[in-house]
């Protein structure tokens, strides 16, 4: 296993041996290639990477995944896991999980309940009702309350048959498409015709963007878990943490003797238990307590650590604002290796890219800029009109409106460059594809 590795990557890396078929994932349309990049620097081959046209909650993707996973064997057992979630005990949780399918292969939705140890605003919850004969550890459920107040949450704790919902559920995906049918057959609907439709692209299966626009946001448990009277619940202590927050984030840190977890350039004057993280930037903080700060070169993040599930609030701001730090990010993720903008106004934009060895970018012209290329590092192979070209460390080209060109990378590292557009039109949809390693038509 690599010595770096994403949350993503230890959640494939989890599920790999004997006991487990290929995985098969769900993402975003921008996460695509950074996802299959991932799972092959794992030696990870997936059953399929499938691509949400759309966020709509967890209920719609879980039930595409269940009719791919039934159609490859109607016997099956899924095991639904998000990707965000860190573990402390992999053995524990490798017999958690043989635990949950036995009880899910008697006909139950079973869900993971982790041992609620602190009054938590951020987590749902699960009341766990009679035992279920024959496992030591698994019970009906017998209510769900979802991310409750403060004092809620610290009755839920102290009355000790409450535990929070992992978000990690075991069933058999039949089950599952049945109760979804007899509870939203909206979404159902909805996601059997956006797989009807759906093509295959690369590595990636496309779902019907209009079929799988037509499903309402709903999470699994809103559309089943809470309503189903098949649910149980198996006890998950297995050193779970959801690390869908930056205090899960603070919590799972390397603290300081000041109970501070930094990381980046950062220089913490008497401040003490808090999160502090500088990307590219330097960050001095002064006599802060509980705090979360994270500086980007774009975004700077300030939140008090109790506070901390509110950041989804000011996400949804940004959303009604229209502001595109909402759903941009500076680094992009390409089949071919990645760009990042450095910096941007009217008329021009600098970006960093690089590129793989032995990948090749797209032939492709532009109708609206030119681009200057600055070689950083590495060896690049340029085709610009009728020239091939190969330039090293601080030569350059331009490109101008409308040549056609092609980058790639022959050498044995990473091909970094400097790219300077200029024009009436930056966007990257002014793309005209002539050729493509990939087998992209789209823009991006």
Request: net charge negative; aromatic share 6%; with cysteine.
């Amino acid at each position: 296993m690599l010595a770096e590795v994403s949350l993503l990557q230890q959640t494939a890396w989890r599920v790999q041996g004997h006991e487990f078929a290929a995985p098969l994932l769900m993402c975003g349309e921008e996460h695509r290639f950074a996802v299959a990049q991932q799972m092959r620097e794992l030696g990870i081959e997936p059953r399929a990477i499938v691509l949400e046209p759309v966020g709509r909650g967890t209920a719609p993707p879980i039930a595409v995944a269940a009719r791919l996973v039934a159609a490859d064997d109607r016997d099956a057992v899924m095991l639904v896991l998000p990707s965000d979630h860190a573990v402390g005990d992999p053995a524990a949780f490798a017999n958690t999980v043989r635990a949950a399918a036995g009880v899910a292969a008697e006909g139950h939705l079973v869900a993971f309940g982790v041992p609620a140890t602190r009054p938590e605003t951020g987590f749902g919850y699960i009341r766990s009702g009679v035992g279920l004969a024959g496992h030591d550890a698994a019970f009906e459920v017998k209510d769900f309350v979802e991310k409750p107040s403060r004092a809620f949450a610290r009755d839920l704790v102290a009355a000790g048959d409450w535990s929070w919902n992992s978000g990690m559920y075991v069933f058999p995906p039949r089950l599952f498409l049945e109760e979804l049918e007899r509870l939203r057959p909206d979404v159902l609907e909805a996601v059997t015709g956006a797989l009807r439709t759906a093509r295959v692209d690369l590595d990636f299966v496309r779902l019907d963007d209009r079929e799988f626009t037509r499903s309402p946001t709903v999470s699994v448990d809103h559309a089943v878990m809470e309503h189903t009277d098949r649910a149980a619940v198996v006890n998950a202590d297995f050193g779970w943490n959801d690390v869908g927050s930056w205090s899960g984030l603070w919590q799972m840190g390397d603290q300081d003797q000041s109970g501070n977890v930094v990381l980046g350039d950062v220089i913490a004057d008497g401040s003490s238990g808090c999160y502090l993280r500088a990307d590219g930037v330097l960050l001095a903080t002064v006599g802060l307590e509980d705090t979360i700060v994270v500086a980007t070169s774009d975004v700077v993040l300030v939140a008090d650590r109790s506070h901390d599930q509110q950041v989804r609030e000011v996400v949804q701001k940004l959303k009604e604002r229209g502001r595109i730090e909402a759903s941009s990010h500076r680094v992009v993720y390409r089949p071919w290796g990645s760009y990042e903008s450095v910096d941007s106004g009217p008329g021009y934009q600098v970006k960093h890219i690089t590129v793989k060895p032995g990948h090749t970018l797209s032939l492709q012209t532009h109708q609206q800029r030119a681009e200057h290329w600055v070689v950083i590092s590495g060896v690049a192979d340029v085709v610009r009109g009728e020239e091939s070209l190969l330039l090293t460390e601080t030569m350059s080209v331009d490109v101008p409106v409308g040549c056609p060109h092609r980058l790639g990378n022959p050498g044995p590292g990473l091909l970094h460059l400097v790219e300077v557009q200029t024009g009436t039109y930056l966007g990257e949809d002014d793309i005209v594809r002539l050729a493509d390693d990939y087998g992209r038509h789209e823009p991006r």
